[in-house]
């Protein structure tokens, strides 16, 4: 009687060599030519991003350190290098701050970012937890109609808020009507070098704040609601869960927010320009870097100063945000 060929099991094959496995790794993964044509496809793909990175970032910013290496008046005279003279005058200024234009918008745009930066991320968290945990959870039609409505100020032209502003800070606008009504004078919003400053503050808080709130709802909704259950099986009460789980598992998101916010204030401009006249005003106390640069280079035609702040405004920025990212726990190590 004939016998079926029996078939040799998993279990008695011999041991793969190093070899054989690499073999297999190749096979699995299509071999080298395969890797190759993933790779090409992928630098194609990315080609548009890198080549205007490269032109409008990379060039340009080489272009500007050098720019600050040399007098140039646009259209009138040849370039004359002078080193680094424009930074041996600009800090030679911080001898004596109050006759310095750009060292006085150094410090108004310090206490704006540090006001706003605070203030947005408390505002976004606490919309964000809002939306997360309130009844609109059940209901997510609802929910995304708020959230799209919150997210209205961050996709309205800066341009158009600022006159929207202008608006509620007349003397005769909103905010002082809703002073009137409890018996409170309301100030002179724009006019005075007190509240100016704050003024501008209030408007980027509210459209940034409502914008960042989208990176925080998309943290909370990444956090494992076990671990949140798990503390309230043990006792925790809801802000405990909160300050003790939730909190330190988005330290990531708060960096991304706090570093944003931080490199967006350094640079605010428009909202300046548009709502003081003439820009700056009263008394310097609204004059931001990027107002006195623009200053400088198109109105009293010296590009070469105007690079040299810039060149300190990125530095100071750079080292800002690395402070941020030193004592802002991200969960990775540094």
Avoid: C
């Amino acid at each position: 009687m004939a016998t079926q060929p029996e078939t040799p099991s998993i279990a008695s094959a011999p041991p793969l060599t190093t070899a054989g496995r690499r073999s297999l790794l190749r096979q699995g993964r299509g071999g080298p030519k395969s890797r190759r044509s993933e790779t090409l496809a992928a630098y194609l793909f990315l080609l548009p991003y890198l080549l205007v990175t490269g032109v409008f970032l990379v060039f340009v910013s080489l272009y500007g350190i050098g720019l600050s290496l040399f007098k140039v008046d646009i259209g009138f005279t040849t370039p004359e290098f002078v080193g680094f003279h424009y930074y041996q005058v600009l800090f030679n200024q911080l001898s004596d701050v109050a006759d310095s234009d750009f060292w006085i918008s150094m410090i108004n745009i310090i206490k704006f970012v540090v006001v706003i930066v605070t203030f947005q991320t408390l505002l976004a968290l606490v919309l964000a937890v809002l939306l997360q945990n309130s009844v609109l959870k059940k209901r997510p039609t609802l929910r995304g109609v708020f959230r799209t409505i919150f997210y209205i100020p961050a996709l309205t032209s800066s341009v158009a808020v600022s006159l929207i502003f202008l608006w509620f800070y007349n003397p005769n606008g909103l905010f002082n009507y809703l002073l009137s009504l409890v018996h409170i004078p309301g100030p002179l919003w724009l006019e005075d070098p007190f509240w100016a400053l704050p003024a501008i503050m209030i408007l980027n808080i509210w459209t940034t704040g409502a914008a960042f709130m989208i990176y925080f709802l998309a943290a909370l909704q990444d956090i494992p609601q076990e671990l949140i259950e798990a503390a309230e099986v043990d006792g925790a009460n809801r802000f405990q869960a909160f300050w003790n789980i939730t909190l330190p598992l988005l330290r990531p998101a708060i960096f991304l927010v706090v570093a944003l916010g931080t490199i967006g204030g350094f640079q605010m401009f428009d909202q300046v320009f548009f709502m003081t006249n003439p820009p700056g005003s009263p008394l310097n106390s609204t004059l931001t870097p990027l107002l006195e640069i623009y200053n400088e280079a198109f109105q009293n035609n010296r590009f070469g100063s105007a690079a040299a702040m810039s060149v300190i405004l990125f530095a100071i920025i750079l080292v800002v945000t690395l402070v941020q990212r030193r004592f802002i726990d991200t969960g990775q190590n540094a």
